[in-house]
Nanobody
Framework: QVQLVESGGGLVQAGGSLRLSCAAS????????MGWFRRAPGKEREFVAR????????IYADSVKGRFTISRDNAKNTVYLQMNSLKPEDTAVYFC??????????????????WGQGTQVTVSS
């Protein structure tokens, strides 16, 4: 059974940084795209970033481009989200997710079958 466990959330002032981690288990990690999504209070879940199974060609939402960096370590079965220059509008619960199909890539939440429990990120102004 696939399990995804996020960590690294917290409270930070605007302009600060946080690094989220997502540890995966239950299947071969290195052949699946991994994605990060977030859900702000009163809003729908939205795409943040994704990275392919090799670890190159990251894709970002326009709202985080230039501030966030997604990376992965296939030896550790872990994907990361480095968040810099955080803004109050980045406040949300952040989720990592994995698709059902290997060697596939999508920014749509409906393409992801497995989800972590989420980690809260709060950015104060």
């Amino acid at each position: 059974q696939v399990q995804l466990v996020e960590s690294g959330g917290g409270l930070v002032q605007a302009g600060g940084s946080l690094r989220l981690s997502c540890a995966a288990s239950g299947r071969t990690f290195s052949i699946y795209t991994m994605g990060w999504f977030r859900r702000a209070p009163g809003k729908e879940r939205e795409f943040v970033a994704r990275i392919n199974w090799i670890g190159d060609s990251p894709i970002y939402a326009d709202s985080v481009k230039g501030r966030f960096t997604i990376s992965r370590d296939n030896a550790k079965n872990t994907v990361y989200l480095q968040m810099n220059s955080l803004k109050p509008e980045d406040t949300a619960v952040y989720f990592c997710a994995a698709p059902a199909l290997a060697y596939s890539g999508s920014s749509s939440p409906s393409s992801y079958q497995y989800w972590g429990q989420g980690t809260q990120v709060t950015v104060s102004s």
